[in-house]
């Protein structure tokens, strides 16, 4: 299932894109998630102004939407891309000792856009270094 936001990138007119990115954003600051509703270690003292909340005296302690967006792309994305990475090394680690156990030869899983991305941070260290001229 894809998120709202990777809905919006899809969006082919640029100008619709931006409107629908503009609404996105404005809704996302607009509501307020109360700290109730949310775990403890999301909680945020921070008073926003509503009449909807009386036993809170028209306050409502809580994280936007955005808030929380923000908090998980710094928090929780790079254990979750690291742990990812980290089963799929141990799974090749697998596969590769099976196949010396069987008396194979290994063969090497290449990814390609790694590959390069890596070939051309080289290729760019060793050009300012001066170890390489460019062509």
């Not at 036993?55 to 690291?82: C, F, N, Q």
């Not at 090749?92 to 991305?117: F, M």
Request: charged share 30%; net charge neutral; with cysteine.
């Amino acid at each position: 299932m894809k998120t709202m936001q990777e809905k919006i990138n899809g969006i082919r007119n640029p100008k619709d894109r931006e409107l629908c990115q503009s609404a996105y954003d404005s809704l996302c600051n607009a509501i307020v998630i109360p700290n109730d509703q949310l775990p403890s270690r999301y909680h945020q003292e921070k008073r926003f102004e509503t009449g909807s909340r009386r036993h809170l005296d028209g306050k409502v302690y809580g994280r936007t939407p955005a808030e929380l967006e923000r908090i998980y792309s710094k928090e929780v994305e790079p254990k979750v891309k690291k742990d990812q990475e980290k089963a799929d090394r141990m799974a090749r680690l697998a596969r590769y000792s099976q196949q010396v156990e069987n008396g194979g030869e290994i063969q090497y899983e290449v990814n390609e856009v790694a590959l390069y991305a890596h070939q051309v941070a080289y290729c760019s260290a060793a050009i300012r270094s001066g170890a390489m001229e460019e062509l």
